[in-house]
């Protein structure tokens, strides 16, 4: 049964990632702003504006090495699923899964050559998809 269960929030994660970079090609191609309530961000928190400092991602840069941080208990019903961070062009240059048990920190390392604004989600299985904008 958890075999199934991780299964299945890794492919989450995974259409996560995927729709993200998409949502991004789309937000930046002049094809217009998405509505509301679909991505979730400080300056947009839609329906979820009680819920802003515990899921949205925060970012600290040492170097090359971007972390991740969500302030978000961990619990079996109510947990961060996934971290990614984003180029601004809509390359995902890093994911990582969460289980319950897992502290919702990760690491990526930035490519070379890498632009100078990202974008890290934090992914919460009751309250969505949150997006940072990040500037190296």
Known sequence: MADRRDF???GLGVAS???LGQTFAIATSGSGALPSNIVYTADDPGQW????????PKVSIQGKTVTITTD??????????????????GTVIGGKVFQPEDEPV???????GHG?????????????????EVTV
């Open 8 to 10: 299945i929030k890794i």
């Open 17 to 19: 990632g995927v729709a």
């Open 49 to 56: 504006a009680k819920k802003v400092e515990g899921h949205l």
């Open 72 to 89: 978000h208990p961990m619990m079996k019903n109510h947990y961060i699923v996934r971290h990614t961070l984003v180029s601004e062009e």
């Open 106 to 112: 990760s690491k990526f390392e930035l490519p070379e």
């Open 116 to 132: 100078s604004k990202f974008y890290a989600t934090s992914f919460c299985n009751k309250h969505d998809l949150w997006v940072a």
